[in-house]
């Protein structure tokens, strides 16, 4: 990253010497003490700016020797140097002062530079990474010309002015102006968040963001997860942490869809849910408290007690929102669903193996097991609608359906410091069909729940009347259908974009172990279906017969 800085008034602080120059000289008042108010009144008095280039000219030359660097000034320097930054000191200063074309100006600064250790034999920066330009003009040429990344500035004219190269970050230091297109501060520590933030987003985004919150984040903490997503955490000056998801412009519909989802369910009174606090469509991003905790590693009857209180909470909002992602509307749509992932598949290895060549395995594998269990599934299911005379395109009435998290699974949830479930990640959420949602629950690889569990799981269902005779009987219709899918979207890898998300995800494997990791994955899951039609079972993807099901759920 290349940091740029002014020097006057933003590195060296000036404040008290201008009033130590004008008390010398008789022009002080008591009451009058900063630099502002000090030009301010001596312009008024006069009618021009004579006596005030006197003190500029006085304080940047014999005075200059008394300044201090502004708190944590140097201490940035160091720490972006030791990050590898490259920093240039960038100042509109002329050689001499224009007042009487002769007291040097740009000796005394370089002298002080040196004294604090910033230049010289013992200093941190380059002689020539100090550049004193004649012009405004010349410094905003040197500042686009060394491709600045940010630049940090007192001068509102500089950062404003219409040639100020557009790319880089603009961040006014020790102004109280209040432009909010612009991002201020009086603090060189706010400078870390910004350069950190600067690495990963455009100045939009910042600039919104900051906006956003009113003030710039003490702290941030990247969340490099993989995925579509750049997330981090951000903490503010009351210690309050907020959690950013940052996503690719090609994913703002879901952010968008999540940050209402959760509006909708926190004004029905669902608690156990981030806050959402903010939505930038522009800059692809959703603010929301941030949910501190960790992941589940042990699944107890107690965690599946408290997903059965969350879906008894969402089945009892009814609001006007959209479907959720692949979601099941009508029998027919879950069919159509695993023959639209296997289009997808077989599309993606076509394109792929050349570059590919592990991915021969996925495609024999389809060949010699998906295909036939697929088969064997299908003509179940097809024989299950004609025997009940079901109707394949008819539409679920409105209380078989509820709002769905759509990616819903352990991988989602949050163990709080207090021991409570809170449910995240709601960028597919949207209406659904109830069993579309617990058979997903139940065969999602995230948590791999035992049998055992998932008949608990059912069971608990059951008896809090969510689960009703005919959703059921639906139930053992389309499970099977939604087990295959699983086996799919394991096998994903074969279509370019989710390859490179699994990319992202898994970034310490290489594209073959990735590959042959989902290869494995799909292969036990296979076998295991396969076992189970052998043995005559009824529900093969969970390796039991519908009686047994029927009884479990009614003990």
């Given at each position: 990253m290349i940091i740029g800085i002014d020097f006057d008034n933003t590195i060296i602080n000036y404040e008290q010497l201008f009033f130590l120059a004008a008390e010398k000289e008789g022009w002080s008042n008591r009451h009058i003490i900063t630099k502002s108010a000090i030009k301010q009144q001596l312009i008024e008095e006069d009618g021009d700016d004579r006596r005030w280039q006197f003190l500029q000219k006085e304080v940047y030359s014999h005075l200059i020797e008394k300044a201090k660097p502004y708190d944590g000034a140097l201490a940035f320097l160091r720490k972006v140097l030791a990050l590898k930054d490259s920093v240039y000191i960038i100042s509109h200063k002329t050689e001499f002062s224009n007042l009487d074309g002769k007291t040097n100006l740009i000796n005394p600064a370089l002298n002080w530079l040196e004294e604090k250790g910033v230049i010289g034999n013992k200093g941190f920066l380059k002689k020539e990474q100090v550049i004193f330009c004649e012009t405004r003009e010349e410094k905003i040429k040197t500042i686009k010309s060394l491709k600045c990344d940010l630049f940090i500035d007192d001068l509102l004219p500089v950062l404003n002015d219409p040639l100020f190269p557009q790319n880089t970050l603009k961040i006014l230091f020790g102004s109280g102006i209040n432009d909010f297109d612009i991002i201020q501060?009086?603090?060189?520590?706010?400078?870390?968040v910004l350069r950190e933030m600067k690495k990963n987003h455009s100045n939009s985004f910042i600039h919104d963001l900051v906006k956003m919150l009113g003030q710039i984040p003490s702290h941030c903490w990247y969340c490099y997860d993989g995925g579509n997503h750049r997330s981090f955490v951000i903490e503010l000056n009351d210690n309050q942490k907020l959690f950013v998801k940052s996503s690719n412009h090609a994913s703002i519909a879901n952010l968008e869809n999540e940050y209402y989802a959760l509006k909708v369910l926190e004004s029905n009174g669902i608690t156990c849910i981030p806050k959402a606090m903010g939505f930038s469509g522009q800059n692809a991003f959703l603010l929301q408290n941030c949910v501190e905790g960790?992941?589940?590693n042990k699944i107890t009857n107690i965690h599946l007690l408290s997903i059965g209180n969350f879906i008894q909470q969402l089945?009892?909002?009814?609001?006007?929102?959209?479907?959720a992602s692949q979601y099941r509307a009508k029998l027919n749509d879950y069919t159509t669903a695993i023959e639209t992932r296997l289009e997808k598949i077989n599309s993606g290895l076509k394109r792929l193996q050349s570059t590919y060549p592990d991915l021969i395995k996925i495609e024999k594998l389809i060949q010699k097991k998906v295909?036939?269990?697929?088969?064997?599934?299908?003509?179940?299911?097809?024989?299950?609608?004609?025997?009940?005379h079901l109707e394949l395109e008819q539409k679920f009435p409105k209380n078989e359906l509820i709002l769905n998290p759509s990616d819903f699974g352990f991988h989602n949830i949050?163990?709080?410091n207090d021991d409570r479930l809170f449910f995240i990640d709601f960028e597919y959420?949207?209406?659904d069909d109830k069993i579309k949602m617990v058979c997903d629950f139940i065969h999602h690889l995230g948590h791999n729940l035992n049998l055992e569990q998932k008949l608990y799981f059912l069971r608990l269902l059951k008896q809090r009347g969510f689960l009703s005779k005919t959703l059921i009987q639906r139930m053992e219709l389309v499970i099977d259908l939604i087990g295959l899918e699983w086996v799919?979207?394991?096998?994903?890898?074969?279509?370019?974009?989710k390859l490179e998300q699994k990319k992202l995800a898994f970034s310490e494997l290489t594209t073959e172990q990735i590959i042959n990791m989902q290869f494995e994955k799909a292969c036990k899951l296979l076998d295991f279906y396969q076992k189970n039609i052998d043995c005559g079972k009824d529900i093969i993807t969970l390796?039991?017969?519908k009686k047994d099901i029927l009884g479990a759920i009614d003990d």
């Open positions: 501060t009086n603090y060189w520590s706010d400078l870390n960790k992941k589940i089945d009892k909002v009814s609001i006007d929102f959209p479907f295909t036939p269990i697929k088969e064997f599934i299908f003509k179940k299911y097809n024989q299950q609608i004609k025997q009940n949050i163990l709080s959420f949207g209406w799919l979207i394991v096998l994903n890898v074969a279509q370019e974009d390796g039991i017969n």
